[in-house]
């Protein structure tokens, strides 16, 4: 029966053993990324040489290749042709869409107008009967002034007591009508500031609509002017990229060492069979350059496949480390507590399932060592290992590890 202490070292055994696999899958993907910059650089060369006497000769070209790239062509074409009545399509949707957004700006712009002739007049017809209350207030001011004067107070003092209420209520109305004047300025400033906000966000996307739509045009125009040469190139492409050698490229009859991997070679291959490194010297005649270009296209799909293998797998090991580091986080922690509070040691192991689960860890090594020099092999490999390693299988291993943890915490913790 093992404890806290061992069942860390056992779980930082398979993490180390992982990131050990995912260094080697690393140095793998490199060392195919390296061929495989290598192959590109032949494979444009060979297209080139190709491009090159296909136009010298065509029209008498063997092996039925104008008929193919006749072929090709139309479907180019055609292609072209669908892409470009999308772009189009595109293209006066958003053009549309400007030309509404301005539209609405617009709108708005002599809306706004409007309703600020409306406020206009309004302030306008407060500030006169201001102006008139002001007046009537001043006035009132100096009846009362020349009333009170003088023995004039006694004699006139009802008629003083009327004309102060009359002011007191001009002053009301004149407050009132002050206040009035203020809100009307309040809803001016109001209606400015949202009519901003409004005009910015339709500016912003009348701005955002055109800019796609001049876009798209300069892309359609740029395809109609190169419609022509980019259907040749697509059908060139098209005929040669997906030629491939119609012998075993694993075939080692008459065995020719590679000078950089030593891997025995068929007589008749112009590139290793595993490293792709040039056997033979280029061939620039049209027959000799189509049987090359079928070879490297054999090398270019292997090694794209091998590529996209490792990141497979190197993206699943990246989150299989992952559950590891959080893992051992909450081990950690318990063995801090243990150790803090005196408690007794917790007897625990790894259970049985996660021991024969890891097996498949334990594998990858191996299998990836031996798999290395034949990339097509490998991302089969990886498709399967990826397979077995799936989500659920791995959401599982875990779940039944952090069981084990919580269920001995629990009976011998309480």
Not at 42 to 65: D, K, M, N
Not at 170 to 181: G, M, S, T, Y
Not at 356 to 383: I, M, T
């Amino acid at each position: 029966m093992g404890n806290l202490h061992s069942f860390s070292r056992h779980l930082h055994q398979r993490k180390q053993l992982v990131e050990g696999v995912e260094k080697q899958l690393l140095d793998l993907q490199r060392h195919y990324e390296a061929f495989f910059q290598e192959v590109s650089s032949v494979r444009v060369h060979e297209l080139a040489q190709l491009a090159a006497e296909i136009s010298r000769r065509a029209g008498a070209l063997p092996l039925g290749l104008d008929a193919a790239l006749a072929k090709a062509r139309a479907e180019a074409e055609a292609e072209l042709d669908r892409k470009l009545a999308d772009m189009r399509a595109r293209h006066d949707k958003l053009s549309a869409e400007a030309t509404n957004t301005r539209s609405v700006s617009l709108q708005l712009e002599n809306e706004l107008r409007a309703q600020n002739t409306d406020l206009d007049a309004q302030e306008e017809a407060l500030k006169a009967r201001n102006e008139a209350l002001l007046r009537s207030i001043q006035s009132y001011n100096d009846r009362i002034r020349s009333l009170s004067s003088g023995f004039g107070f006694f004699v006139n003092f009802f008629g003083m007591r009327a004309l102060q209420a009359e002011r007191i209520r001009i002053d009301q109305e004149q407050a009132d009508v002050a206040a009035r004047i203020d809100a009307l300025r309040v809803r001016w400033s109001e209606r400015d500031a949202e009519h901003e906000q409004q005009q910015k966000k339709l500016r912003d996307k009348w701005t955002e609509l055109s800019t796609k739509a001049s876009t798209i045009q300069t892309a359609i125009d740029h395809l109609v002017d190169t419609r022509a040469a980019l259907a040749s190139r697509a059908a060139l492409e098209r005929v040669l990229l997906e030629r491939y050698p119609q012998v075993d490229p694993d075939q080692t009859h008459g065995a020719v060492a590679c000078p950089r991997c030593h891997t025995g070679n068929a007589p008749s291959q112009s590139f290793c069979r595993v490293c792709a490194r040039r056997l033979q010297a280029d061939r620039p005649d049209l027959e000799g350059s189509i049987v090359e270009i079928a070879e490297v296209n054999h090398h270019y799909k292997r090694f794209s496949e091998g590529m996209r293998g490792c990141q497979e797998l190197i993206a699943l090991l990246v989150g299989v480390r992952c559950g590891f580091d959080a893992f051992l986080k909450s081990v950690a922690s318990m063995i801090d507590s243990e150790e803090q509070y005196s408690l007794s040691k917790l007897s625990l192991d790894v259970p049985r399932e996660c021991l024969e689960f890891e097996r498949r860890f334990e594998a990858l090594p191996g299998l990836v060592q031996s798999k290395a020099n034949h990339p097509l092999e490998f991302a089969r490999f990886a498709s399967s290992a990826v397979a077995a390693l799936d989500e659920q299988n791995l959401r599982s291993y875990f779940e039944r590890l952090g069981q084990e943890l919580s269920t001995s915490a629990k009976a011998q913790w309480g």
